[in-house]
């Protein structure tokens, strides 16, 4: 279906409200609905948003178009959690109302000061030529859950040596000074990122561009986001259209690692970029501290500019499970939160070693569980496991040993997605010893390779039937140990609906 202008950008608040509980109804009945992932009741999800803890409680935000799987006029709608695993929709946090949002309320980020919850976001227009203007705008939310928009912009339009593409601000507090950075595009059309601060919140002076080693790096640089880690600064971010070794990855999100960052100059000293995920769905990642100091991460699980086969059953798009960051050896290790335990339902045990094989342990079968799985003293060619396998069907992850190469193949996992960027990916490892801890939903997986040094996220869309699960071995041996979770979510979904408001 193509969707004119006109439909895209059709206000929720204009609609018929039979029409939103027809495709609330038509979305339900989808066989790739997850289990435990946050997702959209309806329409497109995307960037995640706003994502900070806030008076004992979680809060998570993400860019939402609610008529349909397309990028349309975004709201950002609202859910939050105790423990990082049971989400509660809260309903349309922020509409696109005001003269300077106009056409969406879009990226980014929040910060918790004086009691309450301060929004910083990008406010999109466009005039009646269809040329955009962005504002960088500001909301707070009370612990009562009310939310406020401030009057007017707080960064008013991109300054002139900068095209349109001016979004996404990410706000952290140092010391006893506010700070921000924002994806840009420079009128020489490359990417970069610009440097903000402010003492309140409310007036914001900018500092400059950030000084880094990749001067020509991609188109735009969108969804930036600065932490520090035991005393080195961590630049996340995803440069549009950079030149990779991966041709097939068209939409990279990655990393770079150095000294921190010079908050007076923009002077940002730091090593080579590295991807955050080698699968084929990770984009515009947000992350935020715990109480306890953890950063976790939360990623959008999709990309822009492809079709979905959820697409046909009126919705598309989720967020990954949480992730728990460190740096070690110069590089982001991303695993699993810890609270995720609390879900594991029946667990089943399996150990042994295959020769030139394939076998499925009793039990290790499902459509929605928790996997841990360790390979030892290998001597074979290949070696691994196959997911959601059935008649013609199946998702392959396959360690080539002589290439010391995992590949994640998701050629025959069901319905195709974005075949034209290819259906196989693959990161190095060390094949004489390699642990495998992955999350199955229904029309997902997301793998985190040795104690979480790579990761891979992909949808995947198999018939219900395609349940099976098996573990191989080509030309050799292999030792084996695995752990399987149930992940029983029927009848309690995870994540919550509700109406909010």
């Not at 709608?77 to 696109?96: C, E, F, I, Q």
């Amino acid at each position: 279906m193509e969707w004119t202008k006109e439909e895209r950008y059709r206000r929720l608040e204009d609609t018929d409200p039979e029409e939103i509980s027809g495709l609330a109804a038509r979305v339900a009945r989808c066989p790739w609905r997850q289990g435990y992932h946050i997702q959209p009741e309806t329409g497109l999800l995307n960037d995640p948003n706003g994502f900070a803890f806030f008076h004992e409680e979680y809060h998570l935000f993400y860019q939402w178009f609610p008529l349909g799987p397309v990028h349309g006029l975004k709201y950002w709608y609202h859910t939050s959690s105790p423990d990082l695993v049971h989400w509660t929709n809260r309903g349309v946090a922020l509409k696109p109302d005001r003269d300077f949002d106009s056409h969406g309320v879009y990226s980014d980020s929040a910060i918790e000061h004086n009691g309450r919850l301060y929004l910083m976001y990008t406010g999109n227009t466009r005039d009646k030529s269809w040329e955009r203007m962005p504002y960088q705008c500001m909301a707070q939310m009370e612990r009562d859950g009310r939310i406020h928009k401030f009057s007017s912009p707080v960064i008013s339009g991109p300054p002139s040596r900068y095209t349109d593409h001016y979004r996404d601000p990410k706000v952290w507090k140092q010391k006893n000074c506010f700070y921000a950075v924002i994806g840009a595009q420079r009128s020489n059309l490359t990417g970069c990122a610009m440097l903000y601060r402010s003492i309140d919140l409310y007036k914001w002076e900018e500092v400059g561009e950030l000084h880094t080693r990749l001067s020509d790096f991609g188109y735009m640089w969108e969804c930036p986001d600065y932490f520090e880690f035991d005393g080195q600064g961590v630049l996340c971010f995803c440069p549009q259209g950079a030149k990779l070794n991966d041709p097939g990855n068209i939409y990279p999100s990655g990393y770079v690692i150095g000294d921190p960052l010079n908050v007076e100059t923009g002077e940002f000293r730091h090593g080579n970029f590295r991807l955050l995920d080698h699968g084929f769905d990770f984009y515009a990642p947000q992350t935020t501290l715990t109480p306890d100091g953890r950063r976790i991460l939360v990623g959008w699980m999709g990309l822009p500019d492809i079709v979905y086969p959820t697409d046909d059953h009126g919705w598309a798009h989720c967020l990954t499970l949480p992730r728990e960051l460190r740096v070690e050896g110069g590089r982001l290790y991303q695993v699993p939160v810890r609270e995720l335990q609390a879900i594991r339902g029946r667990e089943r045990f399996a150990d042994g070693k295959i020769s030139n094989d394939t076998l499925s342990p009793a039990g290790f079968a499902g459509s929605r569980y928790e996997l841990i799985i360790e390979f030892n003293n290998v001597d074979a060619v290949e070696f691994g496991i196959r997911l959601r396998t059935g008649e013609e069907e199946g998702t392959n992850l396959v360690c080539n040993t002589r290439e010391s190469r995992l590949m994640l193949d998701r050629t025959l996992s069901g319905r195709p997605i974005a075949e034209e960027f290819g259906t196989v990916r693959s990161c190095k490892v060390n094949p004489l010893a390699v642990k495998l801890h992955l999350f199955m939903d229904t029309s997902s997986v997301e793998v985190f390779v040795d104690d979480g040094r790579e990761v891979f996220t992909a949808r995947i869309f198999p018939h219900e039937e395609s349940r099976g699960f098996s573990i191989f071995a080509k030309g050799g041996d292999v030792l084996y140990r695995a752990n399987m979770w149930a992940i029983e979510v029927e009848g309690s979904q995870l994540n919550v609906l509700g109406t909010g408001g």
